[in-house]
Protein backbone atom coordinates (compact mmCIF):
# COMPACT_ATOMS: atom_id res chain seq x y z
CA UNK A 1 0.00 0.00 0.00
CA UNK A 2 1.23 3.29 -1.16
CA UNK A 3 1.20 6.61 0.98
CA UNK A 4 -1.58 8.03 -1.04
CA UNK A 5 -3.53 4.31 -0.43
CA UNK A 6 -2.38 4.58 3.04
CA UNK A 7 -3.61 8.12 3.69
CA UNK A 8 -6.81 7.85 2.04
CA UNK A 9 -7.45 4.15 3.93
CA UNK A 10 -6.38 6.07 7.41
CA UNK A 11 -8.84 9.24 6.88
CA UNK A 12 -11.89 7.21 5.53
CA UNK A 13 -12.16 4.51 7.97
CA UNK A 14 -11.98 7.54 10.78
CA UNK A 15 -14.24 10.49 9.16
CA UNK A 16 -15.33 11.90 12.37
CA UNK A 17 -12.79 14.64 12.13
CA UNK A 18 -13.63 15.37 8.61
CA UNK A 19 -17.08 15.83 9.25
CA UNK A 20 -16.28 18.77 11.99
CA UNK A 21 -14.11 20.05 9.00
CA UNK A 22 -16.68 20.09 6.20
CA UNK A 23 -19.64 20.60 8.37
CA UNK A 24 -21.06 17.20 7.70
CA UNK A 25 -23.42 15.66 9.74
CA UNK A 26 -24.91 11.77 10.04
CA UNK A 27 -28.72 12.73 8.21
CA UNK A 28 -26.45 13.74 5.23
CA UNK A 29 -27.88 11.79 2.28
CA UNK A 30 -24.53 11.34 0.28
CA UNK A 31 -22.50 11.19 3.13
CA UNK A 32 -20.34 8.34 2.51
CA UNK A 33 -19.53 9.83 -1.06
CA UNK A 34 -18.18 12.98 1.09
CA UNK A 35 -16.40 10.86 3.02
CA UNK A 36 -14.79 9.09 0.07
CA UNK A 37 -13.82 12.96 -1.67
CA UNK A 38 -12.46 14.77 1.61
CA UNK A 39 -10.15 11.87 2.61
CA UNK A 40 -9.28 12.43 -1.25
CA UNK A 41 -8.21 15.94 -0.12
CA UNK A 42 -6.77 15.21 2.59
CA UNK A 43 -4.34 13.26 0.97
CA UNK A 44 -3.74 15.53 -0.74
CA UNK A 45 -2.33 17.88 1.66
CA UNK A 46 -0.33 14.81 3.21
CA UNK A 47 1.43 14.76 -0.18
CA UNK A 48 1.64 18.22 -0.80
CA UNK A 49 3.37 18.43 3.10
CA UNK A 50 5.62 15.42 2.03
CA UNK A 51 6.72 16.94 -1.08
CA UNK A 52 7.56 20.87 1.00
CA UNK A 53 9.17 18.36 3.71
CA UNK A 54 11.47 16.91 1.02
CA UNK A 55 12.11 19.03 -2.32
CA UNK A 56 13.28 15.98 -3.97
CA UNK A 57 9.76 15.08 -4.38
CA UNK A 58 8.31 18.57 -5.66
CA UNK A 59 6.62 17.95 -9.08
CA UNK A 60 5.74 14.70 -8.38
CA UNK A 61 1.59 13.86 -8.85
CA UNK A 62 -0.33 10.84 -8.48
CA UNK A 63 -3.65 10.08 -9.41
CA UNK A 64 -6.59 8.54 -7.45
CA UNK A 65 -9.87 6.45 -8.46
CA UNK A 66 -12.03 5.10 -5.22
CA UNK A 67 -15.21 3.76 -5.01
CA UNK A 68 -17.53 1.85 -2.61
CA UNK A 69 -21.01 -0.17 -2.60
CA UNK A 70 -23.80 0.86 -0.23
CA UNK A 71 -26.68 -0.82 -1.19
CA UNK A 72 -28.25 -0.49 -4.23
CA UNK A 73 -25.69 2.49 -5.31
CA UNK A 74 -21.85 2.29 -5.79
CA UNK A 75 -20.10 5.97 -5.41
CA UNK A 76 -17.39 7.15 -7.08
CA UNK A 77 -14.17 9.51 -6.23
CA UNK A 78 -11.62 10.30 -8.73
CA UNK A 79 -8.78 12.82 -9.31
CA UNK A 80 -6.32 12.01 -12.55
CA UNK A 81 -6.65 9.25 -15.47
CA UNK A 82 -7.08 6.63 -13.32
CA UNK A 83 -10.77 5.36 -14.75
CA UNK A 84 -13.20 2.91 -13.14
CA UNK A 85 -15.36 1.30 -15.67
CA UNK A 86 -18.70 -1.24 -15.27
CA UNK A 87 -19.47 -4.11 -17.49
CA UNK A 88 -22.82 -4.46 -17.69
CA UNK A 89 -24.69 -6.84 -20.03
CA UNK A 90 -21.79 -7.77 -22.11
CA UNK A 91 -20.86 -3.98 -22.85
CA UNK A 92 -17.61 -2.21 -20.93
CA UNK A 93 -18.38 1.90 -19.91
CA UNK A 94 -16.52 4.18 -18.76
CA UNK A 95 -17.85 5.89 -16.11
CA UNK A 96 -15.31 8.72 -15.07
CA UNK A 97 -13.58 11.13 -17.22
CA UNK A 98 -9.98 11.54 -17.31
CA UNK A 99 -8.67 14.79 -15.90
CA UNK A 100 -5.98 15.27 -19.03
CA UNK A 101 -4.88 17.45 -21.93
CA UNK A 102 -5.94 15.48 -24.36
CA UNK A 103 -9.29 14.59 -23.19
CA UNK A 104 -9.99 18.09 -22.74
CA UNK A 105 -9.26 18.68 -26.41
CA UNK A 106 -11.46 15.78 -27.51
CA UNK A 107 -14.32 17.15 -25.25
CA UNK A 108 -13.71 20.46 -27.31
CA UNK A 109 -13.76 19.05 -30.57
CA UNK A 110 -10.35 20.23 -30.89
CA UNK A 111 -9.06 17.03 -32.37
CA UNK A 112 -10.74 13.69 -33.43
CA UNK A 113 -10.92 10.41 -31.61
CA UNK A 114 -8.15 8.91 -34.33
CA UNK A 115 -6.07 11.65 -33.39
CA UNK A 116 -6.03 11.24 -30.08
CA UNK A 117 -4.78 7.99 -30.41
CA UNK A 118 -1.60 9.38 -31.43
CA UNK A 119 -1.46 12.28 -29.60
CA UNK A 120 2.40 12.83 -28.33
CA UNK A 121 1.34 14.63 -24.73
CA UNK A 122 -1.20 12.11 -23.64
CA UNK A 123 0.47 12.23 -20.34
CA UNK A 124 0.11 15.59 -19.59
CA UNK A 125 -2.63 15.81 -16.65
CA UNK A 126 -4.82 18.55 -15.90
CA UNK A 127 -5.94 17.82 -11.82
CA UNK A 128 -3.52 15.67 -9.98
CA UNK A 129 -2.52 14.80 -6.24
CA UNK A 130 0.58 16.12 -4.12
CA UNK A 131 0.97 19.19 -6.92
CA UNK A 132 -1.46 21.83 -5.83
CA UNK A 133 -2.91 22.75 -1.97
CA UNK A 134 -5.64 22.89 -2.94
CA UNK A 135 -7.98 19.90 -5.50
CA UNK A 136 -10.87 19.54 -7.11
CA UNK A 137 -12.38 15.80 -6.95
CA UNK A 138 -15.04 14.57 -9.40
CA UNK A 139 -18.14 12.80 -7.44
CA UNK A 140 -20.73 10.30 -9.00
CA UNK A 141 -23.00 7.43 -7.76
CA UNK A 142 -24.84 5.09 -9.81
CA UNK A 143 -27.11 1.94 -9.36
CA UNK A 144 -25.70 -1.13 -9.18
CA UNK A 145 -27.06 -4.57 -10.27
CA UNK A 146 -26.39 -7.67 -9.80
CA UNK A 147 -23.75 -9.87 -12.10
CA UNK A 148 -21.61 -5.99 -12.15
CA UNK A 149 -18.54 -5.76 -12.57
CA UNK A 150 -16.53 -2.87 -11.61
CA UNK A 151 -12.75 -1.99 -12.92
CA UNK A 152 -10.60 0.01 -11.34
CA UNK A 153 -6.86 0.85 -13.03
CA UNK A 154 -4.26 2.72 -13.57
CA UNK A 155 -3.15 4.20 -16.76
CA UNK A 156 -0.49 1.86 -17.39
CA UNK A 157 -3.54 -0.29 -18.57
CA UNK A 158 -5.50 2.21 -20.39
CA UNK A 159 -2.46 3.43 -22.54
CA UNK A 160 -1.13 -0.04 -23.43
CA UNK A 161 -4.95 -1.61 -24.10
CA UNK A 162 -8.12 -0.13 -26.06
CA UNK A 163 -11.22 -0.17 -24.31
CA UNK A 164 -12.29 -3.01 -27.20
CA UNK A 165 -9.22 -4.78 -25.75
CA UNK A 166 -10.13 -4.56 -22.10
CA UNK A 167 -13.75 -5.78 -22.73
CA UNK A 168 -12.90 -8.71 -24.20
CA UNK A 169 -10.74 -9.67 -21.16
CA UNK A 170 -13.38 -8.76 -19.02
CA UNK A 171 -16.27 -10.75 -20.83
CA UNK A 172 -14.20 -14.09 -21.44
CA UNK A 173 -12.98 -14.15 -17.77
CA UNK A 174 -16.29 -12.48 -16.22
CA UNK A 175 -16.63 -16.23 -13.52
CA UNK A 176 -13.67 -15.90 -12.39
CA UNK A 177 -11.86 -12.41 -11.52
CA UNK A 178 -8.63 -13.70 -10.14
CA UNK A 179 -7.79 -15.24 -13.39
CA UNK A 180 -9.47 -11.86 -15.35
CA UNK A 181 -7.02 -9.35 -13.12
CA UNK A 182 -3.95 -11.31 -14.52
CA UNK A 183 -4.94 -11.47 -18.43
CA UNK A 184 -5.33 -8.05 -18.22
CA UNK A 185 -2.17 -7.31 -16.74
CA UNK A 186 -0.87 -9.79 -19.70
CA UNK A 187 -2.38 -8.30 -22.05
CA UNK A 188 -1.20 -4.82 -21.19
CA UNK A 189 2.88 -6.18 -20.74
CA UNK A 190 1.82 -7.83 -23.72
CA UNK A 191 1.06 -4.11 -25.67
CA UNK A 192 4.36 -2.72 -24.73
CA UNK A 193 2.77 -1.49 -21.35
CA UNK A 194 6.02 1.32 -19.83
CA UNK A 195 4.15 2.40 -16.92
CA UNK A 196 3.03 0.68 -13.89
CA UNK A 197 -0.20 -0.76 -14.24
CA UNK A 198 -2.29 -1.82 -11.30
CA UNK A 199 -5.78 -2.96 -11.40
CA UNK A 200 -9.21 -3.53 -9.10
CA UNK A 201 -12.17 -5.91 -9.64
CA UNK A 202 -15.07 -5.50 -7.89
CA UNK A 203 -18.09 -8.13 -8.59
CA UNK A 204 -21.72 -7.66 -7.34
CA UNK A 205 -23.48 -10.92 -6.64
CA UNK A 206 -26.36 -9.12 -5.45
CA UNK A 207 -27.70 -5.33 -5.01
CA UNK A 208 -28.39 -4.55 -1.52
CA UNK A 209 -31.68 -2.57 -0.37
CA UNK A 210 -32.72 0.20 -2.56
CA UNK A 211 -31.49 3.80 -1.94
CA UNK A 212 -32.75 6.52 -3.58
CA UNK A 213 -30.57 9.40 -3.29
CA UNK A 214 -30.65 12.50 -5.67
CA UNK A 215 -28.42 12.73 -9.06
CA UNK A 216 -27.87 9.60 -10.34
CA UNK A 217 -25.86 9.26 -12.74
CA UNK A 218 -24.42 12.90 -12.87
CA UNK A 219 -20.99 14.07 -12.09
CA UNK A 220 -20.59 16.33 -9.83
CA UNK A 221 -17.07 18.67 -9.07
CA UNK A 222 -16.23 19.29 -5.87
CA UNK A 223 -14.69 22.71 -5.37
CA UNK A 224 -10.89 23.25 -4.26
CA UNK A 225 -10.85 23.99 -0.14
CA UNK A 226 -10.78 27.33 1.34
CA UNK A 227 -8.07 28.40 3.61
CA UNK A 228 -9.52 27.86 6.35
CA UNK A 229 -10.60 24.34 5.93
CA UNK A 230 -6.88 23.16 4.79
CA UNK A 231 -5.05 24.70 7.72
CA UNK A 232 -7.64 22.18 9.50
CA UNK A 233 -7.19 19.21 6.78
CA UNK A 234 -3.16 20.02 7.79
CA UNK A 235 -3.97 19.02 11.20
CA UNK A 236 -5.28 15.74 10.17
CA UNK A 237 -2.26 15.42 7.87
CA UNK A 238 0.17 15.67 10.13
CA UNK A 239 -1.03 13.28 12.54
CA UNK A 240 -1.49 11.14 10.15
CA UNK A 241 2.07 11.84 8.54
CA UNK A 242 3.87 10.83 11.92
CA UNK A 243 1.96 7.46 12.07
CA UNK A 244 3.11 6.80 8.50
CA UNK A 245 6.69 5.11 8.78
CA UNK A 246 7.78 6.48 5.49
CA UNK A 247 10.97 3.77 5.38
CA UNK A 248 7.92 1.53 4.56
CA UNK A 249 6.97 2.95 1.50
CA UNK A 250 9.86 2.55 -1.64
CA UNK A 251 13.09 3.26 0.86
CA UNK A 252 14.68 3.69 -2.87
CA UNK A 253 12.26 6.86 -3.44
CA UNK A 254 13.17 8.25 0.47
CA UNK A 255 16.86 7.47 0.68
CA UNK A 256 18.64 6.61 -2.47
CA UNK A 257 16.55 9.42 -4.18
CA UNK A 258 17.14 12.31 -2.01
CA UNK A 259 20.78 11.14 -1.62
CA UNK A 260 21.57 11.23 -5.32
CA UNK A 261 19.56 14.58 -5.63
CA UNK A 262 22.38 16.02 -2.74
CA UNK A 263 25.27 14.47 -4.68
CA UNK A 264 23.78 16.33 -7.84
CA UNK A 265 23.32 19.32 -6.44
CA UNK A 266 26.96 19.34 -4.52
CA UNK A 267 28.44 18.40 -8.03
CA UNK A 268 27.10 21.32 -9.31
CA UNK A 269 28.51 23.69 -7.01
CA UNK A 270 31.41 22.18 -7.12
CA UNK A 271 31.43 22.94 -11.18
CA UNK A 272 30.71 26.74 -11.07
CA UNK A 273 33.32 27.14 -7.64
CA UNK A 274 36.58 25.18 -9.58
CA UNK A 275 36.53 27.77 -11.82
CA UNK A 276 36.33 30.92 -9.79
CA UNK A 277 38.71 29.25 -7.43
CA UNK A 278 41.32 28.95 -10.26
CA UNK A 279 40.20 32.72 -11.61
CA UNK A 280 41.57 34.02 -7.87
CA UNK A 281 44.65 31.99 -7.92
CA UNK A 282 45.42 33.21 -11.16
CA UNK A 283 45.01 36.67 -10.61
CA UNK A 284 47.07 36.04 -7.18
CA UNK A 285 49.91 34.41 -8.72
CA UNK A 286 50.20 36.83 -11.61
CA UNK A 287 50.27 40.01 -8.83
CA UNK A 288 52.41 38.15 -6.69
CA UNK A 289 55.41 36.85 -9.34
CA UNK A 290 55.11 38.69 -11.89
CA UNK A 291 54.66 42.07 -10.61
CA UNK A 292 58.62 42.99 -9.87
CA UNK A 293 59.31 41.83 -13.31
CA UNK A 294 56.73 44.32 -14.82
CA UNK A 295 58.42 46.88 -12.65
CA UNK A 296 62.00 46.00 -13.97
CA UNK A 297 60.95 46.23 -17.50
CA UNK A 298 59.41 49.54 -16.89
CA UNK A 299 62.29 50.84 -15.31
CA UNK A 300 64.68 49.37 -18.15
CA UNK A 301 62.56 50.96 -21.13
CA UNK A 302 62.75 54.61 -19.20
CA UNK A 303 66.28 54.26 -19.04
CA UNK A 304 67.15 53.26 -22.51
CA UNK A 305 64.74 56.01 -23.31
CA UNK A 306 66.66 58.83 -21.15
CA UNK A 307 69.92 57.13 -22.80
CA UNK A 308 68.52 57.24 -26.21
CA UNK A 309 66.47 60.85 -25.79
CA UNK A 310 68.40 63.44 -27.94
CA UNK A 311 69.61 66.67 -27.08
CA UNK A 312 71.34 66.73 -23.70
CA UNK A 313 73.67 64.26 -22.19
CA UNK A 314 72.37 62.18 -18.49
CA UNK A 315 75.42 64.59 -16.65
CA UNK A 316 73.77 67.78 -18.46
CA UNK A 317 70.42 66.45 -17.30
CA UNK A 318 71.88 66.00 -14.11
CA UNK A 319 73.15 69.42 -14.07
CA UNK A 320 70.69 71.26 -15.01
CA UNK A 321 68.50 69.90 -12.39
CA UNK A 322 70.84 70.77 -9.62
CA UNK A 323 71.42 74.47 -10.90
CA UNK A 324 67.64 74.89 -11.33
CA UNK A 325 67.38 74.08 -7.28
CA UNK A 326 70.20 75.99 -6.78
CA UNK A 327 72.84 73.89 -5.37
CA UNK A 328 75.49 75.01 -8.05
CA UNK A 329 76.56 78.48 -9.35
CA UNK A 330 77.96 78.83 -12.33
CA UNK A 331 81.32 78.70 -11.66
CA UNK A 332 80.90 75.34 -10.32
CA UNK A 333 79.78 73.89 -13.42
CA UNK A 334 83.13 73.06 -14.58
CA UNK A 335 83.84 70.83 -12.05
CA UNK A 336 81.97 68.35 -13.40
CA UNK A 337 83.07 65.17 -14.85
CA UNK A 338 81.78 64.15 -17.84
CA UNK A 339 83.70 60.90 -18.20
CA UNK A 340 83.00 59.47 -14.70
CA UNK A 341 79.07 60.31 -15.21
CA UNK A 342 78.87 61.70 -11.81
CA UNK A 343 79.25 65.00 -9.92
CA UNK A 344 82.09 65.41 -7.20
CA UNK A 345 80.07 67.08 -4.38
CA UNK A 346 83.25 67.39 -2.56
CA UNK A 347 85.05 69.98 -5.16
CA UNK A 348 81.92 72.28 -4.95
CA UNK A 349 82.26 72.27 -1.29
Known amino acids: MCIRDRAIYEIYSNPHELDAVYGLNGNNENQKLNHMANA ?56 TVDHSWVNEMLEDREITPEEAKNFKKKNVLTRVLGIRPAVKVDVKTEEIKA ?9 GLTTATDDSAVGAVVASNRSDINLMSGKLLETANSNGGEDNTTVVIVKVEKAGDKLAVNGIGKTEVLPEEDERKIRLEDRIARRLLKKIDLAEFDADLFVKKL ?47 LINQPGKSPQEEKTSEIKA ?22 KTR
Open 40 to 95: IKTANRCLYNLALRYPALRGMGTTAVCCQLEGSLIHIAHVGDSRLYRFRDSALQQL
Open 147 to 155: GDIYLLCSD
Open 259 to 305: KMKKRSLFLAILLILIPVFFVMIKDYISKIRLKPFVYRAVSVLDIRN
Open 325 to 346: EGDLNAEDVKYLLPDSGRLDIK
